[in-house]
């Protein structure tokens, strides 16, 4: 057993609306790493993404962690890692710059049309589901009610409005960017300096979760 101060410390954060128990199947060796679940909680009125992070990075309570993030959580972290100093960052199913956002977002940034978003109906679980995981629910919908549950409409226009609007010029040269191959949200984003599942898609830290167990401590230790 290592000592206690020798623990790594894992923070977690979710993609859109999605809750944390997105990583119940994600195991570390508990003599190394302690997992910490993040949450999303609702922006303030205009916030920006940066004051989002700073506020976020309050909820980690311990020194020089690992980062992991999904989808917009793999922005969030991106974001956050600016104003901490990381063991690791881990970006699994996102993008490493706004230049790898897929054509409709970068249109809907010029036309503003993130803005005439449907997201009062995003209550509707299926429609969420497209969003945020990419496919539409069909025989699945039980679990994804249990996954997606930010459903605040405040939240939500923020969310995808920070999504679009992103201003990444450059992947994070120390972040570890992990992608599926079979991504149908983020389709550019296995070029370069990028761990590809195969077979991986949007929703793979749910059904791919053997992977990151076999895999997430040597990329954390390496």
Same mark, same amino acid.
């Given at each position: 057993?290592?000592?206690?101060?020798?623990?790594?410390?894992?923070?977690?954060?979710?993609?859109?609306?999605?809750?944390?128990?997105?990583?119940?199947?994600?195991?570390?060796?508990?003599?190394?790493?302690?997992?910490?679940?993040?949450?999303?909680?609702?922006?303030?009125?205009?916030?920006?993404?940066?004051?989002?992070?700073?506020?976020?990075?309050?909820?980690?309570?311990?020194? @020089?962690?690992?980062?992991?993030?999904?989808?917009?959580?793999?922005?969030?972290?991106?974001?956050?890692?600016?104003?901490?100093?990381?063991?690791?960052?881990?970006?699994?199913?996102?993008?490493?710059?706004?230049?790898?956002?897929?054509?409709?977002?970068?249109?809907?940034?010029?036309?503003?049309?993130?803005?005439?978003?449907?997201?009062?109906?995003?209550?509707?679980?299926?429609?969420?589901?497209?969003?945020?995981?990419?496919?539409?629910?069909?025989?699945?919908?039980?679990?994804?009610?249990?996954?997606?549950?930010?459903?605040?409409?405040?939240?939500?226009?923020?969310?995808?409005?920070?999504?679009?609007?992103?201003?990444?010029?450059?992947?994070?040269?120390?972040?570890?960017?992990?992608?599926?191959?079979?991504?149908?949200?983020?389709?550019?984003?296995?070029?370069?300096?990028?761990?590809?599942?195969?077979?991986?898609?949007?929703?793979?830290?749910? @059904?791919?979760?053997?992977?990151?167990?076999? @895999?997430?401590?040597?990329?954390?230790?390496?």
């Amino acid at each position: 057993m290592l000592m206690n101060q020798e623990i790594i410390h894992v923070y977690m954060m979710p993609g859109m609306a999605a809750n944390p128990t997105i990583f119940e199947n994600i195991k570390l060796p508990e003599d190394q790493f302690k997992i910490h679940w993040l949450e999303w909680i609702i922006p303030n009125k205009n916030e920006t993404l940066e004051s989002y992070a700073k506020r976020m990075i309050e909820k980690i309570e311990h020194n @020089n962690v690992v980062l992991l993030g999904v989808s917009f959580g793999g922005i969030l972290v991106q974001e956050m890692s600016k104003f901490m100093t990381l063991k690791k960052l881990i970006v699994v199913s996102s993008v490493k710059s706004k230049h790898e956002l897929p054509r409709r977002m970068k249109i809907a940034k010029y036309t503003k049309a993130y803005k005439l978003l449907p997201t009062k109906l995003l209550g509707n679980i299926d429609l969420l589901a497209k969003y945020a995981f990419g496919e539409t629910v069909t025989k699945r919908v039980e679990l994804y009610k249990r996954y997606l549950s930010v459903s605040d409409k405040r939240y939500l226009d923020w969310a995808i409005e920070q999504v679009v609007c992103w201003e990444q010029e450059k992947p994070n040269p120390d972040a570890i960017y992990i992608h599926g191959d079979k991504d149908a949200i983020f389709t550019h984003s296995c070029n370069d300096n990028c761990v590809v599942i195969k077979g991986g898609t949007h929703i793979m830290i749910i @059904n791919k979760y053997k992977w990151f167990n076999e @895999n997430l401590p040597k990329l954390i230790l390496n």
